[in-house]
């Protein structure tokens, strides 16, 4: 049998049946359908000691680390860009981000007051001495919030965004109008201070979710590119760039998480070398990068992972292919800034005013 000719694409009716085919590999692992035990749990998996929930996961996390061909069949791990290839391939359009120095976006999920504490106390001083500024999820109803930290984080030129509702981890799970309800006690958080994006926590989401958001927020960044064994096997959507779905623009979370290296077990140089190789080839492949890590002492508020998160924040500064970006930047570099689509989001115009 003769070899199949890759060297020229396909011919496509217009650019339609293209867009299809690199929308539908896209989004074939990009949805956590079938909820993890965590969210069916009778009550909050929170309620666990915290200690004994970080070493229940890191004794998963080295069996899982050992399973890596079950979990990382598609997109594969730590870094798939399947569908960029694809997309290139097929569509003459090239990524925005090609030229030029790549965006580089820095979040944080607040998971607790201590997160909070953390990233006040150890974060902020780091990220400003390098000229970055960080997105920061708050989650609205698990503990009571300390406003005059949540004031002085945005008062310092930091974004603040919405974390789920009280990352019991049901909210993508829930009935569609429980789902609301859960969503619109983020209400007053939005208005306070001026949010436009939406993270699910432990990055739970599906379509239903996805859509729901469409009607809230300017942004979602909750779809990993390369999701690892978390929150569920096989899950990504293997692009480093935004993209349009159900009507809200999403910004993959690009880069492997403080979490799941820490609990696949590899230590600090190991981290910051994979960080360090992931976002060249993200640079390389016209994507954007865009890193989570949460403030909390067992994940990266710790000496070992702060410094391991300093010197990644050297890297950046000092590669001139790299520059700080937002999410709200690359969304409307993008060209995926949305029409309100009804009164409980803020235009686009308002985002960019209240966000200057
Ligand atoms: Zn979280």
Redesign the pocket.
Known sequence: MADADFSAPPAFEGDTEAEKLISSLRELRAFTDIPPISSRLPISYRRMPGPLRVRLARLIGRWQGRREHHWADFPGWPLDLSTDILSDWLSPRTSPFRDGPTPVVLTH?L?SAEGTRNLLARFLDLEEASGARSTN?V?PAAWPLDHGALEEVKRRGHELAV??FD?SNRTAFSRPEERRDRLAAAGELIERYAMVGY?A??LLRTRALLKDLSNIYLYDSSIPTSGGPFPTANNGCATARPFLIEGIAELPLTMPRDGTLRFLGLDGDAILALWRACADQISEAGGVVVLLT?CEETFSGGDQMLDVYKRFLEYITSNSRFRWSSPMEIISKAGLLTKPANSQRLSAEDAAAKLQ
Do not use: L
Request: zero cysteines; charged letters at 25%.
């Open positions: 999920d998971d999820f989650v974390h789920g990352h993270r926590p432990s949460h």
